[in-house]
Each structure stands twice: as structure tokens, then as C-alpha cells.
């Protein structure tokens, strides 16, 4: 049987494009935040009377929009709105205590000299509670983008058109790196080059197939092996 290591997952040979912007998930791939989510979620669940583990929450929630873990709830008969408040307090809670960035990113984000983007689900709130507190905020400016800016979240390709729009770069000439399959429909519906990543607390098993299925045209594990890639995408063009 093959290896399927994170160096072959799912390359898709697109030829050379002169790439203008690099298009960015916030959780599980600028700060390692999906387990600590997914453990309120699960807490708030259960507390609201529907036992549920961090590894069920993982499965139930993790890439969904604010409002499709709302429907979520309001499906199992839950207090939507009042479960997902307390959700929202607990994880707060959490990123007073510290927001844990991912590995790596930090060279990322400051070895290549072009546009940024955040392209998350998350709510605005979120993302002012989270990724706007943290040094890494300072990379991406005004280009902060939620679910909420747009008419539909992930896998829509609204938010990737979005945020292509503002930065003023065409939407195939974007790199667009998320962690869940729905961010990997989103960029390859809107055209951009997608990578699927892995990141350090991802244990999901055949989770590199999920993300090729989806649509990546590469799959990589850990910041380190995106930080290659970019080398291989960009530096030849820049040459």
C-alpha cells in the first residue's frame, strides 16, 4: 500500500501562476484553537441536558458555520441561542488564559512578501475574541473576514471571492489554506489554489483523503511543509 505522507497528498499539477495573495483559515490553522472549541461546544451541549464528548463535538462542529451549529441545536431540541452563548463564554474563558498559535505560523506569515487574508466561519466576535488579540493580527491589516460579511459561509465560495475582492487579486491567482473540507470546497469553487492542511492537534484518521476528496489541490502536514510549498509555488515566479 501506498504512503500517503503529507509531501503527496493530493498534488494537482495546475501549472505556473503568478500568485498575488495567500487566503488563510483562522482555527486549526493561524492558532491551534479547534480543540479548545470543540471541548465548550461539547461542554455546553452537555450541560444543556445532551451528553456529548470533545470527539463528538470534533465530528458534529468542526469547520460548520455559527449558523449551521445553531441549526445543529435547534434540531436535537436544544436552546439554540442560550447553548451557544454559554459555548462562547466557555471558550472565551479559554483564550483569556492564552490563544496557542499553530506551529510555525509565524514564518509563514512573515517569509513571503504578499497580500493576506482571513477567511473564517467564525462569527465577527469570534475572531475579535481570537485571532485580533494576538501579534499575528498585525500581518493582515483590515483583511480580517468573517462568515458575517458574506451572504453564504463555507463551502460557499463567497468568503474567498470576498476577500479576493478586497485585496484586489483574481480569485486563481489566490492560495487558499484551510483545514476542513468545507474551506477546501469553498476556495476550489471560487477558483483559488487550495491546500488542504493538517495540523499538529489533528489526529482525525484518513483525514489528508477527506480533504483531497473535497477538492485540494495539495495536502500538507504541519506549517513547515506549507512554508515548502510556498517556496516551490512562488520563489521560481519571483526569480
Known sequence: MKDHGARDYGARDHGARDYGAILFDCDGVLIDSEPLGCEA???AVTAAGHPMTREEATRIFSGNSAQATLAWMEKAG??????????????????????????????????????????????????????ART??????????????HVAAPKPAPDLALFACERLGVAPERAIFIDDNPHGVLCAAAAGCLAVGFIGPS?????????????????????????RGLLSRLLLPLAA
Open 135 to 148: 501579534p499575528l493580527a498585525a500581518r493582515f491589516g483590515p483583511h480580517v473576514y468573517s462568515a458575517e
Open 202 to 226: 489533528d489526529h482525525r484518521e484518513s483525514h489528508a483523503r477527506t480533504l483531497r476528496d473535497a477538492g485540494a489541490d495539495h495536502v500538507v502536514r504541519g506549517m513547515a511543509e506549507f
Open 41 to 43: 461546544l461539547a461542554r
Open 78 to 131: 436544544l436552546d439554540a441561542a442560550a447553548v451557544f452563548n454559554e459555548a462562547d463564554r466557555l471558550l472565551f474563558q479559554m483564550f483569556d488564559r492564552g490563544i496557542p498559535h499553530v506551529e510555525g505560523i509565524e514564518e509563514v506569515l512573515s517569509g513571503f512578501d504578499l497580500p493576506l487574508a482571513v477567511c473564517s466561519n467564525s462569527s465577527v466576535m469570534r475572531l475579535d475574541r481570537s485571532i
